[in-house]
């Protein structure tokens, strides 16, 4: 039985993530901003530890991490899953506060969440830990440059963590999700279809264009992977940048 934690873990990827890993009966903790989604969370699965916390406020996140380490006496799997999506538009049109909350959660919140997660599993001599890139960070994305650099910087800190972590018995990999069916791509879709003056209908139907398979993704075929991916059928896999998303061939077919 696992120690599991996972952030952004109330809605979206990192719901199934949770729902996932209680069902096969591991001991699982989140955290979010949002606290109705944690509520429902937590209503849903009594079982589950869900905490408020803002990874891009290292002071916040200092009390969820040590609320975890006392309800579950150490950890074994971390998601460093919270992310937005941030603002949609030319580079000199952006409003840079926004692209600055993008690249401060994302890159920020996952630092943080990884400093302490080292620190852990350092102590225990094992941990596997799995943060969500995005084919966005692995091919250039015009109108949505600063969630492309933050998706780039998460795979930057994948890599280096793996060096870094490897001889502690740490395991470190990203995952990189292509378009994922849901509330949040919706809102994505509607903001890039205002920035590139087009139908969503369009934007949504250029989202496959690129992709051989021609498909979205489900959350349950991200969870499929990490699922694996953590798991001793993995106990060599690190540093490693894995794409769940039917092969993108182009962002900008």
């Not at 949002?34 to 009390?63: C, K, T, W, Y």
Request: hydrophobic share 45%; net charge negative.
């Amino acid at each position: 039985m696992r120690r599991v934690f996972i952030t952004g873990g109330a809605s979206g990827i990192g719901a199934a993530f949770a729902k996932r890993f209680l069902a096969l009966g591991d001991h699982v903790a989140i955290s979010d901003v949002d606290q109705e989604a944690l509520d429902e969370m937590r209503q849903a699965h009594p079982e589950l530890i869900a905490l408020r916390g803002n990874v891009s406020d290292p002071d916040d996140m200092q009390a969820v991490f040590q609320e975890v380490e006392a309800s579950l006496g150490g950890i074994d799997v971390v998601f460093a899953n919270a992310g937005t999506g941030g603002p949609a538009g030319r580079i000199e049109e952006l409003d840079l506060s926004a692209a600055a909350t993008c690249l401060s959660v994302n890159v920020m919140g996952a630092m943080v969440t990884c400093a302490w997660a080292a620190k852990v599993m350092r102590a225990q001599g094992s941990g596997s830990i799995v943060l969500t890139s995005s084919t966005a960070g692995q091919w250039g994305y015009p109108y949505r440059t600063p969630y492309a650099a933050a998706k780039w910087g998460i795979v930057g800190l994948t890599k280096s963590l793996a060096m870094e972590l490897g001889e502690a018995g740490i395991r470190v990999n990203a995952s990189c999700p292509g378009a994922v069916e849901g509330d949040r791509m919706d809102r994505v879709v509607a903001a890039e279809a205002r920035a590139k003056n087009k139908d969503e209908a369009d934007v949504r139907a250029q989202y496959v264009t690129g992709v051989s398979m021609k498909t979205w993704i489900s959350v349950d075929d991200l969870a499929d992977t990490v699922e694996w991916l953590v798991s001793d059928q993995a106990r060599k896999i690190s540093g490693q940048v894995i794409s769940i998303d039917g092969n993108t061939e182009t962002l900008n077919p």
